[in-house]
């Protein structure tokens, strides 16, 4: 889970990091004490804003009205604004820092430099950007740090060697896989401040870190797959709000596999979902919430559901399908099946018994023909235009 700037800065704080005063706010009405020049800058889980057009200077009232309305609503490279965080202004040298988790060696990598900004990773001269690996162990991390300050400017030294220091703490008291300031402002007296600060937490060790929960209960509104996936189990990401094609698929991988592919296709998948059928305990609560939720895309046209059934008995599983569409009967969206596995026959015996009216099939490459097909209206490719329990 990627922290928004607002929420990563305030984290870094609780150590010690120092960050300029700043607000966050969704409307002008929020922003009664705010002082000018100020920068509005939007809150949204990617680089680039300031390319992007969502950090603006303002000095007036007048300004930040203008801009918030402008931002608040609109989307950033794919990811809609909701809040912006108003912040004075931060000046220095800019430098930069970070510390990532390297996933497949376990290490941790550290980045240093005298340089900082925008693009720093491609701007910066190789001579300038330090790059070194640490044992997992923040005695090990700390001691690359202050062999990699040692080759810096003197005058970034105290400021990037405190800054190590602080954000090693952030990364292993937190759980997160990478942990950047950038850029790191470093005064004329020595003194310095995180100008923008990105932190990544780790989503296995979200329900152990109490600051990273309290976070989710009290912000869920701005991490919605995250807090989605604490409370439910599993993962739901709306990919498109005007996508045409619904995804209930198990598997993280296949599911990833089947967006990129419908894209390809000319498709627009709403949504991506890991449902996990080892997780049902012979309930059909999930099956049911994720229809719920892929019945809130205004433009679905299909759904498509696949289960690769290895331990998963689909005869079981088309028994949960049946309850979960009958309690879902409002909505008129028709469905494909893809099944293949433990079970299938008494699984295709059951839709049978049923007499439910949907398109089911053992191949995938066939199940994603049918899906395209519906949502680009080719008439020759029909029976997955009514719901289970319907008649054609």
């Given at each position: 889970m990627m922290l928004l700037e607002h929420d990563a800065k305030m984290l870094l704080g609780q150590f010690g990091v120092p960050v300029p005063e700043g607000v966050l706010v969704a409307d002008a009405a929020d922003a009664s004490s705010v002082s000018?020049?100020?920068?509005?800058?939007?809150?949204?889980?990617?680089?680039?804003r300031g390319k992007a057009g969502g950090i603006v200077r303002v000095e007036?009232?007048?300004?930040?009205?203008?801009?918030?309305?402008r931002l608040v609503g609109s989307r950033i490279r794919g990811h809609r604004v909701h809040e912006c965080r108003l912040e004075q202004p931060a000046r220095g040298q800019e430098c930069y820092i970070s510390l990532m988790l390297d996933a497949q060696s376990g290490e941790v990598i550290v980045l240093m430099s005298a340089q900082g900004g925008v693009d720093i990773e491609q701007h910066a001269g190789a001579d300038m950007l330090l790059r070194d690996a640490a044992a997992f162990d923040p005695r090990a991390?700390?001691?690359v740090a202050t062999a990699m300050v040692?080759?810096?400017?003197?005058?970034?030294?105290?400021?990037?060697?405190?800054?190590?220091?602080?954000?090693?703490?952030a990364f292993f008291s937190l759980e997160l896989t990478l942990a950047e300031i950038n850029p790191l402002f470093v005064l004329p007296n020595g003194?310095?401040?995180a100008g923008d600060a990105k932190l990544v937490a780790d989503d296995n060790a979200i329900e152990r870190q109490p600051a990273l929960m309290q976070l989710l209960r009290e912000r869920a509104h701005a991490y919605p797959e995250a807090s989605l996936k604490i409370d439910h189990g599993f993962d739901f990401v709306r990919l498109d709000d005007d996508g045409d094609v619904g995804m209930l698929t198990t598997g993280a991988g296949l599911s990833m596999q089947l967006v990129d592919e419908l894209a390809r296709r000319g498709c627009r998948p709403f949504n991506f979902v890991d449902i996990r059928t080892g997780q049902f305990r012979g309930s059909p609560d999930r099956l049911i919430q994720v229809l719920r939720w892929i019945g809130e895309g205004r433009n679905v046209k299909v759904i498509l559901m696949n289960f690769f059934a290895g331990v998963t008995d689909l005869a079981e599983l088309s028994r949960l399908i049946l309850v979960a569409l009958e309690r879902t009967s409002d909505l008129r969206i028709p469905i494909v099946i893809r099944l293949i596995g433990n079970g299938l026959e008494a699984a295709r015996k059951t839709f049978a018994d049923a007499g439910a009216s949907l398109v089911i099939e053992?191949?995938?490459?066939?199940?994603v023909d049918q899906v395209v097909a519906i949502v680009h209206a080719v008439p020759s490719l029909t029976g997955a235009t009514a719901r289970a329990g319907e008649q054609p």
């Open positions: 000018y020049p100020c920068f509005v800058k939007a809150q949204v889980p990617v680089g680039g007036s009232v007048a300004e930040l009205r203008e801009a918030l309305g991390v700390r001691r040692a080759k810096l400017p003197a005058f970034a030294r105290g400021a990037l060697a405190e800054a190590a220091g602080k954000l090693t703490d003194a310095w401040v053992t191949d995938l490459g066939k199940a």
